[in-house]
């Protein structure tokens, strides 16, 4: 009776220990062996999955992103300063993740999903994982809706389709931000949805970018998702991830969504500061050798979806900074081979005070016209190849060469198309104004006026051709057919228009630059 009393209470631990066995097996704890720069080595996870979320003590979150025999390196998310060798961690069984959701629109969150703007928590869908796979090929549609940037140098000679991946590059302070944060504003009244990711910038820039989208009314169909410089790095690495889900989750709706990554430089580095952390071994110019695939898993994913798909698309404006205009280092090629075009800008052009100081001959769309409204067409091929002729005279012009009457003209006209392709930053001008504004230039409207009267004269004919020619400015912006009757009547009107305020258009008077 006593051996059987004795067997069953054997029974009873015995269970208890399996179950508690299993329990541990199930929460899999594990212990911090090694703690670096934003990055822990820990032991005792073996069925630990590649970017899975750990938990430390205090709530600190981190990535498993080294999965070695011995021990598993993890990437920390925040400054954890209760994070030390000895800690017990644990595993959460679920991948990074962000939120989604209309909730997210006018509001400022980091990579996780937590609200920087103090604006009480974020009204969120759900919760996805940062890391989603590329639209399939079939899934995808052609590029053919203009995305308008309302600048005119970039809807008229480099346009960007909604769908495409255009590459904003140039070196430091040459006014890539600028672009990106016109072509946001411009995006306010068409319904397309913008997100600003930024990536490693000071905390005081963002602030700029932010107050500016407020300031322009665009802030309340965008979201801001921030990583400052001051942040960890693998904080840093998952920003640009986690924007993409955010972005996809209105274009699988059938919404048009446009996400500036700003910048991609710094991505960059921050993944290769946590690669040398991790002991990856460094490749060329130490970076990483996969340090391609990391910005081409993140830029296949915007694309134009197919319409039984919901016909939504993403659009990128991925920005990347060179150093000396070289544009054939490591990173720019890198981006240069996975975008379709890009867009140039020169810090030549930029001390000349010449806004934006977008290089024409070095940029480049690889969508083309299929992504442009009809009147660009009809008129910025000529305006293209007629700019180009015009930089290269102009740069003969320098050594002092004698030249006859038509070169000298050919000159002229390209200089004052080249202060109509100039333009302040928040002020973006629509699609029939541009037009108004490059039919007079390509007419030799300008040619005899002084290079400071341009600005005005480009207004004086909007707003002519806005009350006299309505239905041709409607015509444009709905994409209609821009017929030569359209481009005389706009010729006779800007004509009229110039006639009246500064006489006869034939004049000569202040042709050079001084002027």
């Known amino acids: 009776m006593f051996e059987e009393t004795l067997e069953d209470t054997f029974d009873v631990i015995d269970r208890a220990l399996d179950g508690h066995k299993a329990e541990l097996r199930k929460a899999e704890t594990g212990m911090v062996t090694n703690v670096g720069h934003g990055v822990a080595s820990v032991t005792g996870l073996p069925g630990v999955k590649s970017d899975e979320l750990i938990k430390f003590p205090g709530g600190s979150l981190g990535i498993a992103l080294n999965l070695d025999p011995d021990d598993v390196g993890v990437v920390l998310l925040s400054e954890a300063d209760d994070v030390q060798a000895g800690v017990r961690v644990q595993r959460t069984k679920r ?145 640009p991830y986690a924007a993409s889900t955010m972005a996809e989750f209105f274009m699988e709706r059938g919404e048009d969504v446009l996400i500036v990554y700003d910048d991609l430089t710094r991505h960059a580095r921050a993944y290769r500061e946590l690669s040398l952390l991790l002991r990856r071994p460094p490749g060329r110019e130490a970076y990483p050798g996969d340090v391609f695939y990391i910005h081409s898993r993140l830029l296949e994913r915007s694309t134009h979806l197919r319409p039984e798909r919901g016909g939504g698309s993403l659009t990128a404006l991925p920005i990347i900074e060179t150093q000396a205009q070289n544009v054939a280092a490591y990173i720019p090629t890198n981006l240069i081979s996975i975008t379709d075009g890009q867009i140039y800008l020169s810090p030549d052009m930029f001390q000349k005070g010449i806004f934006p100081a977008v290089d024409v001959g070095k940029s480049v769309s690889r969508v083309g016209g299929k992504a442009q409204l009809t009147a660009y067409r009809a008129v910025a091929g000529e305006l293209r190849l007629s700019y180009s002729q015009f930089e290269e005279l102009e740069m003969f012009s320098r050594f002092g060469a004698r030249m006859d009457k038509h070169t000298l003209r050919t000159i002229e006209r390209g200089r004052r198309v080249r202060e109509v392709l100039k333009q302040s930053q928040f002020e973006p001008i629509p699609a029939w104004g541009q037009i108004v504004s490059l039919v007079a230039a390509a007419a030799g409207l300008f040619d005899g006026l002084g290079l400071v009267d341009v600005a005005e004269a480009e207004k004086l004919i909007r707003n002519a051709v806005e009350k006299e020619a309505p239905e041709i400015a409607s015509k444009i912006e709905t994409g209609g057919d821009f017929e030569k009757s359209d481009r005389d009547v706009l010729v006779a009107i800007c004509r009229d228009a110039i006639a009246g305020r500064y006489g006869s258009a034939e004049r000569t008077g202040g042709g050079g630059e001084d002027d």
Do not use: W
């Not at 960007?160 to 140039?170: F, K, T, V, Y």
């Not at 068409?190 to 009314?217: D, M, P, T």
């Open 95 to 239: 991948s990074v993740d962000t939120p989604v959701g209309h909730g997210l629109l006018g509001r400022i969150v980091d990579a996780t999903g937590r609200p920087l703007d103090k604006r009480g928590p974020i009204d969120y869908y759900e919760r996805r994982p940062i890391e989603r796979k590329a639209p399939p090929i079939l899934d995808r549609a052609p590029v053919t809706v203009p995305l308008q940037t309302g600048l005119k140098v970039v809807d008229a000679m480099i346009p960007i389709g909604r769908g495409q991946r255009e590459l904003i590059l140039g070196d430091r302070q040459t006014g890539k931000t600028a672009i990106a944060l016109d072509t946001i504003i411009n995006q306010k009244d068409k319904g397309v949805v913008c997100v600003y990711c930024a990536i490693g910038q000071r905390s005081s820039a963002v602030a700029k970018v932010i107050a500016a989208l407020r300031e322009n009314g665009a802030m309340e169909n965008c979201v801001v998702v921030m990583a400052a410089g001051e942040d960890p790095p693998g904080l840093q690495f998952i920003t």
